[in-house]
């Protein structure tokens, strides 16, 4: 069983910067992989960012790439996910998700093959 809580999200106006965690209550943290997902008013729930249990494989969705940096730390059961030079069209609720596995490319960036999901933090971003 795993637990995520994100924190870090907010309000913040166009080209800043917000740094969002996801704190998780696993006993074997360092055989999870680890998403970020966010989803806006009106539209499906889409890949963000995604990192592999050890930390050395990463994938990001073309949106973000260059803008967003995920990263984890399993000493402290923790993934953050680092956003700069923000836009309008990246306000979201954004989620953490898991997966126990070693593996990654295969199901990496596909939400349905995530076990876990935490409950949503809130990014806005204003014009």
């Known amino acids: 069983q795993v637990q995520l809580v994100e924190s870090g999200g907010g309000l913040v106006q166009a080209g800043g910067s917000l740094r969002l965690s996801c704190a998780a209550s696993?006993?074997?943290?360092?055989?999870?992989?680890l998403g970020w997902f966010r989803q806006a008013p009106g539209k499906d729930r889409e890949f963000v960012a995604s990192?592999?249990?050890?930390?050395?494989?990463?994938s990001y969705a073309d949106s973000v790439k260059g803008r967003f940096t995920i990263s984890r730390d399993n000493a402290k059961n923790e993934a953050d996910l680092q956003m700069n030079s923000l836009k309008p069209e990246d306000t979201a609720v954004y989620y953490c998700?898991?997966?126990?596995?070693?593996?990654?490319?295969?199901?990496?960036?596909?939400?349905?093959?995530?076990?876990?999901w935490g409950q949503g933090t809130q990014v806005t971003v204003s014009s």
């Open positions: 990192i592999n249990w050890s930390g050395k494989l990463t």
């Open positions: 696993a006993r074997a943290f360092n055989s999870v992989a």
């Open positions: 998700a898991a997966k126990q596995t070693y593996s990654f490319s295969s199901f990496a960036t596909t939400a349905t093959k995530y076990d876990y």
